[in-house]
Nanobody, 124 residues
Framework: QLQLVESGGDLVQPGGSLRLSCTPSGAPLDYYAIGWFRQPPGKDREGVSCISGNGAYTAYADSVKGRFTISRDNAKNTVYLLMNSLKPEDTAVYYC?????????????????WGQGTQVTVSS
């Protein structure tokens, strides 16, 4: 059973940066597409970014394009989300998820395995 653990969430000022990490246990990660999702306070979970198993394609929500970068290091069995130019509206619990998915897809309903989330708060 694949289990995922997110880390790297923190309190950061507007304009700052954070790097989130997603690390699995129970199975190698390179078989799966990995997505990052977030759930702002009082709102539904939304897709942020995804990357294919071999890293050949990535996709981003319009709200984070040009600010966030997803990457994976299969040798370290880790997927990263680098978040730059953070805004207060980026405040949310961030989750990583894994799925056997073909093509760019940030629909959370299509992912099978989820981590517990890490809190990102952007505030001065």
């Amino acid at each position: 059973q694949l289990q995922l653990v997110e880390s790297g969430g923190d309190l950061v000022q507007p304009g700052g940066s954070l790097r989130l990490s997603c690390t699995p246990s129970g199975a190698p990660l390179d078989y799966y597409a990995i997505g990052w999702f977030r759930q702002p306070p009082g709102k539904d979970r939304e897709g942020v970014s995804c990357i294919s198993g071999n890293g050949a394609y990535t996709a981003y929500a319009d709200s984070v394009k040009g600010r966030f970068t997803i990457s994976r290091d299969n040798a370290k069995n880790t997927v990263y989300l680098l978040m730059n130019s953070l805004k207060p509206e980026d405040t949310a619990v961030y989750y990583c998820a894994a799925g056997v998915i073909v093509g760019p897809d940030i629909d959370p309903d299509h992912y099978d395995y989820w981590g517990q989330g890490t809190q990102v708060t952007v505030s001065s």
